[in-house]
């Protein structure tokens, strides 16, 4: 066991800490109103490329899905308070596996049936074969 | 130095990690001595016991919708010759539908602080404002599906049609059961008072929005 002096003052923790010193009701509100704010401005930017035309019109779905995801950074951080604080360690790791089972099976079944649909027979084709 | 010479003073939870501010800064009992002999911080506290349940709930939840939305994006394009999306739309119901759920997450953010505070009434309104704006929400889709299986644009159109009421009914589902878990969260405090383990139920409302379009 190491024997050096530990200098850490006791009272830094990590943000978010869930036993850090009390926040204060007014904190508490302020924490709201400015996931609120940040989670609004998403909302209506999101809205706002759907109806302009200063967005190239393929590149529409890609600023959507920019959005989409800036917008659960919102929310974890504001709403659902993940944080990188040591007792949130275990909530990270299992937001990361979610994540990866979301991605595998979105991705997945966008890849594969897109495959399957590519390489599908068109209609007259397997009438023809039915004959 | 040994756990068992400082008596825990203070009621609650002993094992919550850093309850007191002790910091023993040397040697191999490094750590808050208050924490009962179990290495540096000894069992987690229960209440990061009950977020972290909350929180795998969750998340087994997004995969569960993520399966919905992989059905959606697949079929996306099967209108069969049926209306298309942009077609159907209600496009300021679905603003409305968007803002009220918003509202509605910020409102369970509020009533959360006036739980820590431990303030009955303010809890309560801002859980009935909560409520009251999911329950809009809801009033909301429902219209919409109704309008859209008048026009004949019901789940058995298209493929498209059908995946888009399976996942955008399962979210209304999902909200319905937040509502009926909110109604149960307000009968509790009002019965009860505050139990530390109604805190993180809170949640389940906040996480309504980023699947609401």
């Known amino acids: 066991m190491s024997h050096e002096t530990d200098t850490r003052d006791p009272g830094d923790l990590g943000p978010g800490f869930m036993d850090a010193a009390e926040v204060t009701v007014r904190e508490g509100i302020t924490r709201y109103v400015m996931g609120f704010v940040l989670a609004s401005a998403l909302t209506a930017a999101s809205f706002y490329v759907l109806s302009t035309s200063l967005i190239w019109g393929p590149g529409i779905p890609v600023a959507l899905v920019v959005l989409a995801i800036a917008q659960m950074g919102v929310h974890l951080v504001f709403f659902l308070h993940i944080t990188t604080a040591p007792d949130n360690t275990n909530n990270v790791l299992a937001l990361a596996f979610g994540v990866l089972i979301v991605a595998l099976l979105i991705a997945g079944s966008l890849w594969i049936m897109d495959n399957l649909n590519q390489n599908m027979m068109s209609m007259p084709q397997m009438m023809q074969m039915q004959r | ?213």
């Open chain 2, 1 to 213: 130095m040994s756990a068992s010479d400082t008596p825990f003073e203070r009621a609650g939870d002993p094992y919550l990690v850093g309850r007191t501010r002790d910091w023993v800064s040397t040697g191999a009992g490094r750590g808050y001595v208050h924490a009962t002999g179990h290495g540096e911080g000894g069992p987690a506290s229960k209440r990061v016991i009950v977020g972290y349940g909350f929180w795998i709930f969750l998340l087994s939840d997004i995969v569960m919708f993520s399966a919905f939305f992989a059905a959606h994006a697949v079929l996306q394009t099967a209108t069969a010759g049926g209306p298309s999306g942009r077609e159907l739309f209600n496009w300021w119901s679905i603003v409305a539908q968007t803002a009220f759920l918003l509202v509605s997450s910020f409102t369970c953010g509020l009533s959360a602080v006036a739980t820590e505070a431990r303030h009955h009434l303010w809890t309560q309104v801002a859980l009935l404002v909560t409520g009251l704006f999911g329950l809009a929400f809801l009033v909301l889709e429902g219209r919409d599906f109704a309008n859209m299986v008048m026009q004949g644009a019901g789940p058995d159109r298209s493929a498209f049609l059908s995946s888009l009421f399976a996942v955008v009914g399962l979210h209304g589902l999902h909200v319905s059961a937040g509502l009926l878990w909110l109604g149960t969260m307000m009968a509790q405090v009002f019965v009860k008072g505050f139990r530390p383990d109604i805190l993180l139920a809170l949640f389940t409302v906040v996480y309504l929005i980023g699947l609401g379009r």
